[in-house]
């Protein structure tokens, strides 16, 4: 058995920026702030964006805690309104359908989410981008945990649950498009393989040893035969 986990933003769909406003806009509204405008959202978990942009900004933990859970309501009423809009709404990327139904298509892997989009959110962008959330059958959410490096171990206990025995870490993949989804795996032995269609090239992902790494995931048969060959 073999348990693939995709990050969502830069791996299976672009959100063409509707997430990074949702946030933007909510963080100014409670917090009369977006915070340092050049921090990186990618490969951070919601939760943890909204920390270190307004730690950057003089908050206290405790002040941030008393307000997440209004600000991450914010956040998506948001996320719900740039969807709707009809104007750059989320997209998948290259390849993305034609790898899930292939690796969809072999009776001993089972597709999963490692993604630090709260959940709520997340399914709003796969179903802006046209991606059936019930798909994926072991995932791992950034409202599970707010560092990333926790949600493999997250997915490896629930594909336990799910399919009724342990899984090994070098069973589970993770597909992601930066170093943090390359890293988060080490923990527990996970193969990760990364993809260029986030905002880092090919050489600089090759640059944190992934087991594999792709200009995009469009080279279906390839991907494949990563997965099912080691």
């Given at each position: 058995?073999?348990?693939?986990?995709?990050?969502?933003?830069?791996?299976?769909?672009?959100?063409?920026?509707?997430?990074?406003?949702?946030?933007?806009?909510?963080?100014?509204?409670?917090?009369?702030?977006?915070?340092?405008?050049?921090?990186?959202?990618?490969?951070?978990?919601?939760?943890?964006?909204?920390?270190?942009?307004?730690?950057?900004?003089?908050?206290?933990?405790?002040?941030?805690?008393?307000?997440?859970?209004?600000?991450?309501?914010?956040?998506?009423?948001?996320?719900?309104?740039?969807?709707?809009?009809?104007?750059?709404?989320?997209?998948?990327?290259?390849?993305?359908?034609?790898?899930?139904?292939?690796?969809?298509?072999?009776?001993?892997?089972?597709l999963g989410l490692l993604t630090g989009n709260i959940e709520p959110g997340a399914?709003?962008?796969?179903?802006?981008?046209?991606?059936?959330?019930?798909?994926?059958?072991?995932?791992?959410?950034?409202?599970?945990?707010?560092?990333?490096?926790e949600l493999p171990g997250v997915a490896q206990r629930r594909a336990a649950a799910?399919?009724?025995?342990?899984?090994?870490?070098?069973?589970?993949?993770?597909?992601?498009?930066?170093?943090?989804?390359?890293?988060?795996?080490?923990?527990?032995?996970?193969?990760?393989?990364?993809?260029?269609?986030?905002?880092?090239?090919?050489?600089?992902?090759?640059?944190?040893?992934?087991?594999?790494?792709?200009?995009?995931?469009?080279?279906?048969?390839?991907?494949?035969?990563?997965?099912?060959?080691?």
């Amino acid at each position: 058995m073999k348990l693939v986990l995709f990050d969502i933003d830069g791996t299976l769909l672009s959100s063409e920026g509707a997430g990074m406003r949702a946030m933007r806009g909510a963080l100014s509204e409670l917090f009369g702030t977006i915070g340092d405008p050049a921090y990186r959202y990618d490969g951070k978990t919601d939760r943890q964006i909204v920390r270190d942009l307004m730690r950057g900004h003089g908050h206290h933990d405790e002040y941030i805690d008393q307000r997440m859970d209004e600000l991450l309501d914010l956040y998506l009423r948001g996320l719900a309104r740039e969807v709707e809009s009809g104007e750059r709404v989320p997209r998948t990327l290259p390849g993305i359908p034609e790898l899930l139904d292939a690796l969809e298509s072999k009776g001993h892997v089972t597709l999963g989410l490692l993604t630090g989009n709260i959940e709520p959110g997340a399914k709003v962008k796969l179903a802006a981008a046209g991606v059936d959330v019930q798909r994926f059958r072991v995932n791992a959410f950034g409202s599970d945990h707010e560092h990333r490096l926790e949600l493999p171990g997250v997915a490896q206990r629930r594909a336990a649950a799910f399919l009724g025995r342990e899984l090994a870490g070098d069973a589970i993949y993770v597909i992601g498009d930066t170093p943090a989804d390359i890293r988060c795996g080490e923990a527990i032995g996970a193969r990760a393989i990364g993809v260029a269609t986030g905002h880092y090239p090919v050489e600089e992902l090759k640059k944190h040893e992934p087991y594999a790494v792709f200009e995009n995931l469009a080279e279906t048969s390839a991907v494949v035969r990563v997965i099912l060959d080691a």
